[in-house]
């Protein structure tokens, strides 16, 4: 599918979830150690139905308190088919993956163990802390229709929790206790919002409104920095305090062209410009800087969207052209492609951890690994998915969304 406000670039592919869903399957992940070993092929996690891919005051008359410790839940039924390591009653594993791997709520394959968090939802966006998994639900039904979701990440024993609804959310982020995400359900209308992960009454805190159509966010330090896509050359990265703006937000770079993914660190701010022909990733001190720096950019790069960044690299999908690239932070050399599909590809979420880079493939339908160091353009297949979208790892999971779910694999 395509973004309504930004037609050359894929979008919801969670508009293609039926909604005639009515149940939601929340599984427990179980952590048992249990000896034995049983392995599998590289599983397919669903059928696709898709073709494609600081002040302490806030400018919001919101009540809202991001520490509030209530929150709604996903109506209607749930069904919960597993919920402990062991479902046999007397500490044995039901089913051993493997090298201490314990499985009974999932599915072993390779000695790892693949479950279903959740499932009934339209995930696009995924972010994770120490104990929960967070996404975005699209907005299947048209604007204001979506929401950003909940679940712990061992498992939501029978429900999935309902931070906000009544979103268009783009993309999330999380710090200190935190959710804040983009929501844009119609250009000049965008907003900043953020709730608390123990929840917000459903009654997030506005952070900036009257927004063309905000994108990618990260936080760095005492400030937020989005994405503001107002169309090739003119869109801009703006910036407040995490509380909230005391006013209009602040420029953060201008002349920027159509901003999605937006990444940071302690130091500096770094974000893709999607261009289908000439698209480039930037970097600026989160301070602020007279011009940005290019990692990336021209012909070669077409349509670069998901972007994570390490202490030494930053890494990005280019989702026009089927690659997975990495340039040192403050460029001085050229993009090294850790890999580049032989076919129709579309890697679309990126995550990295100590050792390695993960991505999803929409187009391909698949969940990759490869070194940091590189994988000579063989990447290790993780799962087969449908049309998968974003990703995020743990120190010992890897968490993505695709259609109709939320899934975790153990150990990534």
Same mark, same amino acid.
């Given at each position: 599918m395509t973004h309504p406000l930004r037609p050359g670039l894929a979008w919801a592919r969670g508009l293609n979830v039926q909604l005639v869903v009515?149940?939601?399957? #929340?599984?427990?992940?179980?952590?048992?150690?249990?000896?034995?070993?049983?392995?599998?092929?590289?599983?397919?996690?669903?059928?696709?139905?898709?073709?494609?891919?600081?002040?302490?005051?806030?400018a919001s008359s919101s009540t809202s308190s991001l520490s509030s410790n209530s929150a709604s839940t996903t109506a209607s039924s749930v069904s919960t088919t597993g919920s402990s390591a062991s479902s046999t009653g007397t500490g044995a594993c039901?089913?051993?993956?493997?090298?201490?791997?314990?499985?009974?709520?999932?599915?072993c394959v390779s000695g790892r163990c693949l479950t279903t968090l959740a499932s009934g939802q339209t995930p696009m966006q995924i972010a994770v802390d120490s104990t929960s998994v967070y996404w975005t639900n699209a907005s299947v039904a048209g604007p204001m229709t979506g929401s950003i979701m909940k679940c712990l990440s061992g498992g939501c024993g029978g429900q999935a929790t309902t931070l906000a609804a009544t979103q268009t959310p783009f993309q999330l982020a999380l710090d200190g206790g935190i959710v804040y995400w983009?929501?844009?359900?119609?250009?000049?209308?965008?907003?900043?919002?953020?709730?608390?992960?123990?929840?917000?009454?459903?009654?997030?805190?506005v952070?900036?409104?009257?927004?063309?159509?905000?994108?990618?966010?990260?936080?760095?330090?005492?400030?937020?920095? !989005?994405?503001?896509?107002?169309?090739?050359?003119?869109s801009k990265i703006l910036t407040c305090v995490k509380s909230g703006c005391a006013g209009p937000p602040t420029p953060f770079v201008s002349g920027q062209s159509s901003p999605w993914g937006l990444v940071a660190d302690s130091l500096d701010v770094y974000w893709t410009n999607g261009g289908a022909t000439s698209g480039s990733v930037m970097q600026c001190a989160?301070?602020?800087?007279?011009?940005?720096?290019?990692?990336?950019?021209?012909?070669?790069?077409?349509?670069?969207?998901?972007?994570? #960044?390490?202490?030494?690299?930053?890494?990005?999908?280019?989702y026009g052209g089927g690659a997975v690239k990495?340039?040192?932070?403050?460029?001085?050399?050229?993009?090294?492609?850790? !890999?580049?599909?032989?076919?129709?590809?579309?890697?679309?979420?990126?995550?990295?951890?100590?050792?390695?880079?993960? !991505?999803?493939?929409?187009?391909?339908?698949?969940?990759?690994k490869c070194p940091k160091s590189g994988c000579q353009g063989n990447p290790e297949l993780l799962a087969t998915a449908a049309s998968p979208e974003g990703v995020a790892a743990d120190g010992s999971s890897l968490?993505?969304?695709e259609n109709g779910k939320v899934m975790k694999l153990t150990p990534k």
């Open positions: 009515a149940v939601v399957t #929340v599984l427990d992940v179980a952590g048992a150690a249990c000896s034995g070993a049983t392995s599998g092929a590289v599983p397919s996690t669903g059928s696709s139905s898709s073709s494609g891919g600081a002040t302490t005051t806030t039901a089913n051993d993956c493997g090298a201490g791997v314990c499985c009974d709520a999932g599915t983009t929501d844009t359900p119609g250009q000049g209308s965008g907003r900043v919002l953020a709730c608390g992960v123990s929840g917000c009454n459903n009654n997030p805190a952070l900036a409104s009257s927004l063309n159509a905000p994108t990618g966010i990260a936080v760095s330090g005492s400030a937020l920095y !989005w994405g503001d896509d107002a169309g090739v050359g003119v989160a301070s602020g800087c007279s011009t940005p720096t290019p990692l990336a950019g021209g012909p070669a790069e077409n349509q670069p969207k998901a972007i994570a #960044v390490d202490g030494s690299s930053v890494y990005w999908d280019d990495r340039a040192p932070i403050g460029g001085g050399s050229a993009p090294t492609t850790l !890999w580049m599909s032989a076919s129709l590809a579309h890697p679309a979420g990126i995550a990295v951890d100590a050792t390695s880079v993960y !991505w999803t493939d929409e187009y391909g339908g698949a969940v990759m968490y993505w969304a």
